[in-house]
Nanobody, 124 residues
Framework: VQLVESGGGLVQAGGSLRLSCAIS????????IGWFRQAPGKQREGVSC????????HSEEPAKGRFTIPSDNAKNTVYLQMNSLKPDDTAVYYC??????????????????WGRGTLVTVSS
């Protein structure tokens, strides 16, 4: 299984950014893909997750109302659309996959595979 993130970079506060996670090698029909982040000196935390069978989603509190998690099955890619970015959103963002049906369980840490991460820096 490979998860390859892209799309990180530097953005001003209030701006938007879209991260991509290209998925390959996943042989299961029912699994979830999600995004986590880890800020300097902090623990890694779940952001938003989606089940790839029924497209149900779950977002943790920092993402609600600002981030969405669309997916493109033709490209086997999941995105993290981030709007109204704040300096507190600065972190390395990781794509994650898990053999769980409920996306919240992935966001809560039931991860089987990780990507390498992409850095997002939000300037004030």
């Amino acid at each position: 299984v490979q998860l390859v993130e892209s799309g990180g970079g530097l953005v001003q506060a209030g701006g938007s950014l879209r991260l991509s996670c290209a998925i390959s090698g996943f042989a299961f029909d029912d699994y979830s893909i999600g995004w986590f982040r880890q800020a300097p000196g902090k623990q890694r935390e779940g952001v938003s997750c989606i089940n790839k069978r029924d497209y149900s989603t779950h977002s943790e509190e920092p993402a609600k109302g600002r981030f969405t998690i669309p997916s493109d099955n033709a490209k086997n890619t999941v995105y993290l659309q981030m709007n109204s970015l704040k300096p507190d959103d600065t972190a390395v963002y990781y794509c994650a996959a898990g053999r769980v049906s409920y996306p919240e369980r992935l966001c809560w840490g039931l991860v089987d595979y990780w990507g390498r991460g992409t850095l997002v820096t939000v300037s004030s």
